[in-house]
């Protein structure tokens, strides 16, 4: 049984270029989770997603980010024009129907140079 | 503003010692405390806890929730090596809901 899974788990962009990161959910759950991990900074929630429906995304920046969950196929967590900010590990997190608890993937490490 | 405070922020102990690592918590309509282990990779559920004075326990770490004081223990007993890691705090409102992290306490533990 398949924990959840996220790729690529490094990935290095140029100021200006967009970064795509996936996940995919344990099998059985429908529920998905972005964080973001800054250095020194805890976990911080972006935006939770059900199938083809984004349910909260309070935590996500107004500009360049944006998440989907498709019917087919893994979450995906998108940032346009990357800056050295975004530099960060994003992890993603799934959860079975009314569960509190949310199993993560390993994180995708963003490098922006 | 909802908040989660863990402490210490770090820790050092020798294989063998006994641990208690703390988690306060201000959430509106508080449902459940999650813990979790970080070491290099995906954060590792331990446990939840939604019921206040039930200790939930696991091999040599067990944790409790006191709902009225609004804070969580999570203990280590007999530490070892590979005990050592962040160990990070949450809490949720309800199920399907974000979880609100805490900074964690980073553990090291020597041999």
């Known amino acids: 049984n398949a924990g959840v899974m996220q790729n690529p788990r490094h990935l290095v962009r140029r100021r200006g270029q967009e970064a795509r990161l996936r996940c995919s959910p344990m099998?059985?759950?429908?529920?998905v989770y972005w964080y973001r991990q800054l250095p020194e900074e805890g976990l911080k929630f972006m935006v939770y997603?059900?199938?083809?429906?984004?349910?909260?995304e309070s935590g996500m920046p107004k500009e360049r980010f944006s998440a989907e969950f498709p019917k087919e196929g893994p979450s995906i967590l998108r940032i346009q024009q990357v800056v050295r900010g975004d530099s960060a590990a994003y992890f993603c997190a799934s959860s079975g129907d009314r569960s509190y608890e949310q199993y993560f993937g390993p994180g995708t490490r963003l490098t922006v140079t | 503003e909802d908040k989660v405070v863990q402490s210490p922020l770090s820790l050092v102990v020798h294989e063998g010692d006994t641990v208690t690592l703390n988690c306060s918590y201000e959430?509106?309509?508080?449902?459940?405390l999650l813990w979790y282990k970080q070491e290099k990779k995906a954060p590792t559920f331990l446990f939840m806890l939604?019921?206040?004075?039930i200790e939930k326990k696991s091999g040599r770490l067990s944790s409790i929730l006191d709902k009225k004081e609004l804070f969580s223990i999570l203990n280590i007993t007999a530490t070892q090596t590979g005990d050592s890691a962040i160990y990070l705090c949450a809490v949720t409102a309800q199920a399907g809901t974000a979880l609100i992290f805490g900074k964690g306490t980073t553990l090291s533990v020597s041999s």
């Open positions: 997603l059900q199938k083809e429906n984004i349910i909260d």
């Open positions: 959430v509106t309509n508080f449902r459940s």
């Open positions: 099998k059985g759950h429908s529920h």
């Open positions: 939604t019921s206040s004075g």
